[in-house]
């Protein structure tokens, strides 16, 4: 008997995003949290397409000054933040981005997340780290964007 | 004496919040605490965010650690139980992880471990519609666990809590209920002791 897969079990799909970034120009962390709550509130509505979210779209920004935790589980709710940097202008960090919703595949999650992030480009210089397999390693290969 | 504790829940139900204050407790009372974390996607989150609280974790990504990743999380139970010796492992599984199979992976990972206690952690702004989308596998994830955890009392009114637990009771008649805020600390205290963690 085949082994069950729980993730197949939910009917639930996944992607995950490491990014580094470096700012154009002066960027308070309240706008970047605003910025990247937008991220996740457009990568629900990417993978949902009206229908409620049954899953949890989550990001972490880290900066040298402190950083943003952003959590979303329902678009009622909204996005929840978490911001330690508090004043200090952001210049560069990393954020970690992971979705996982039922009822949709992976592809289509990371299509939403890949779409969610272009419009930061306009305000950051973005690189994505791709991770690639091959055989039992893992391959990180970089795209930038901006 | 090694104890493992599984924080178990559905995407988006509190684990990691639950976690750090579980972590930063347990440290604090100097217990010698050990975290393993697991993701479904490629890329975490969680443990970044359990360091950034000052915690130290192991993080697996890229699958479930009920299924495809078992032998990943036995691996690490032996490494971990070997080389840091701690008196608890934390278990963040993913949200779609059934805690009934994890069980199973802990009894056969030829680790020796005192107790192994397991937490199932209900959304309470979301278990209505949660149960009425996923009602087969919100099931499996409330099943056998010590403990079912009514988290975010903070956001509903109390008769819903009692709604909710009628839910979980209709799926697991026999199961032991707590209420917790784990972003406001409410009730983690009471969950400590009922886990026996501590």
Known sequence: MAEEDSKELADAGSFGLKVDFETKGNIHAKELSTMMGAVLLEVAERITEDRDLIGHIKAFVKTPSGYIKLNLVDTELGVEITDTIGDAVVKSGSMNLMAAAVGTADRDIESAMRKALEPVSKKLKITIHEHDHDGARNIDSMISLG | ?198
């Open chain 2, 1 to 198: 004496m090694m104890m493992i504790c599984q924080l178990a829940g559905f995407l988006g139900a509190g684990k990691t919040t639950l976690m750090v204050r579980l972590g930063k407790e347990l440290s604090k009372a100097g217990k010698r605490v050990a975290i393993i974390v697991n993701e479904v996607g490629e890329v975490g989150v969680d443990g970044a965010v359990i360091e950034a609280y000052g915690l130290r974790s192991v993080e697996l990504t890229e699958g479930c650690i009920c299924c495809t990743l078992s032998g990943s999380l036995q691996n690490t139970l032996r490494i971990i139980a070997k080389e840091f010796k701690p008196d608890i492992i934390l278990i963040e599984p993913t949200g779609l992880a059934l805690p009934s199979k994890i069980n199973t992976i802990i009894r056969t990972s030829m680790v020796e471990v005192d107790r192994n206690v397991s937490v199932a952690l209900v959304d309470a702004y979301r278990a209505e519609r949660l149960f009425k989308e996923t009602k087969a596998f919100f099931s499996r994830q409330i099943a056998g666990v010590d403990v079912i955890a009514i988290n975010k009392v903070d956001l509903v009114p109390e008769e819903k809590i009692k709604e909710i637990e009628d839910l979980i009771r209709e799926l697991n008649p026999g199961s032991r209920i707590a209420h917790i805020s784990a972003k406001e600390g409410e009730g983690v205290r009471e969950l400590i002791e009922a886990l026996g963690v501590l």
